[in-house]
């Protein structure tokens, strides 16, 4: 039986059809970001008319490999080369191309919940055998007891998410050295997708890359869609030491070969624009997440921490509300007009389900409205 359609497009589909905001689906809709930040598309315009739109090389143009590692040694400091990088259609490419390129039927594959959905389909289709463990709530940590206990000599792969969709947590450097110490003595690769690695208000962004024990056993997986605001484009990359790079291009060329040449050599301008303009980026950002959390705490929802992603928490228990997740996010899309996602949706099994996600990378007005809705909506329920 093919997988269900994805909770995202199931609720952005219902909430066109009920005229309803959209604060499901992660995609921004601000007067700042508007199609995407003007000097790619421009870059994208130009490299179209200038530039072949033949089959660029399959591990990506030269130009976009050398431009992801300068920006992880600008942002990250980590010392990568343009061999250790490979562009892919997405991040989900890069993501399937890594399982597929590492898991053998058999294996087991340690993944974490609150989970995204792409990961657990693209496990399986490897072969592999999932072992899951869940964050714990509120504050989402990563409990290294349950995850010592699920890596054994069988775990091929260790595949985590930071920072972390739905919850905003992130993994720090100390949790990193515990985590190597497991990968090392089982001799296990890890997965890491950081597609939000830019999207932070607050902290820094710790790469696994940069721990020495995991620097030759990591692959890291990066998104234009998520640093430049650009979801359509669809061009991620897997970053890696050269056998594992070697490996995923292997796999790669047999999935989509190659991405679109005129939106690389747009990436590569991107990220070879200053620190100053990826910090300027970030603003609308969190001016946008400041307003929603002000609107919805005023409103009697309690707002879980996490300052990461386009995402923010509502904890429905502490917000005084005795509905489950999902009725929650069913009734509140049906009857007050907002469309969310339930957090249990990123669950294969034993879900939380007193939690909803919302997408606060919307224009105030938006955001204003929606605010409204579930101030309502919460007033009538306690
Ligand atoms: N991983 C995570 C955690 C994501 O949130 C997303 C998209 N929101 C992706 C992967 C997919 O990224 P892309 O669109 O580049 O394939
Ligand atoms: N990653 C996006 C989110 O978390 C959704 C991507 C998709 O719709 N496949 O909302």
């Known amino acids: 039986m093919p997988p269900p359609t994805t909770i995202f497009e199931r609720q952005s589909r219902l909430a066109q059809e009920l005229g ?16 995407g930040p003007r000097a790619l598309l421009a870059a994208a315009a130009r490299a179209l008319t200038e ?41 989900t490419e890069a993501l399937a191309a890594a399982l597929l390129a590492l898991v053998r039927p058999g294996d087991e594959v340690v993944l974490v919940q609150p989970l995204y959905d792409a990961y657990l389909p693209l496990v399986e289709r490897a072969g592999g055998v999932a072992r899951l463990i869940d ?34 947590s992130r993994i720090d450097a100390a949790t ?11 001799d296990v690769t890890l997965i890491c997708d950081e597609v939000w690695e830019a999207m932070i208000f607050g902290g820094t962004h710790v790469s696994p890359l940069s721990i020495p024990d995991l620097r030759d056993r990591t692959v890291k997986i990066g998104s234009a869609g998520k640093i430049f605001s650009l979801t359509g484009w669809k061009v991620g990359w897997a970053c890696a030491a050269p056998p594992l790079a070697d490996a995923i291009a292997a796999t790669h060329q047999f999935l989509t070969f190659t991405t679109a040449p005129a939106l690389q050599w747009a990436v590569a301008e991107g990220l070879a624009l200053p620190a100053d303009w990826h910090d300027a980026h970030r603003d609308p950002y969190r001016h946008a997440r400041a307003f929603l959390v002000e609107r919805l705490v005023a409103a009697g ?60 990378a919307k224009d105030e007005a938006t955001l204003a409205s929606a605010a409204d809705k579930l101030a309502e909506f919460r007033r009538a329920l306690t």
């Open 301 to 360: 929802y309690a707002v879980l921490p996490g300052a990461a992603t386009w995402f923010v928490i509502i904890d429905l228990a502490a917000s005084g509300i005795a509905l489950d997740d999902e009725t929650f996010a069913h009734r509140l899309l049906v009857e007050a007009g907002v469309a969310t996602i339930p957090v249990s949706a990123f669950y294969a099994t034993a879900p939380q389900t007193g939690y909803v996600r919302l997408c606060f």
């Open 176 to 186: 990193w050295t515990s985590i190597a110490t497991l990968c090392v003595r089982h």
């Open 20 to 35: 309803a905001i959209n604060l499901g689906q992660g995609f921004p809709d601000m007067p700042e970001i508007g199609h």
């Open 51 to 91: 530039r072949s739109s033949q089959y660029p090389p399959m591990r990506g143009l030269p130009a976009l490999r050398s431009a992801i590692a300068d920006y992880y040694a600008r942002e990250q400091a980590l010392t990568l080369t343009p061999e250790e990088v490979v562009v892919t259609s997405g991040a």
């Open 135 to 168: 964050l714990t709530p509120p504050d989402w940590t990563l409990p290294l007891d349950a995850l010592e206990a699920a890596m054994s000599n069988r775990t091929r792969v260790l595949l985590l998410n930071t920072p972390n969709n739905p919850t905003g």
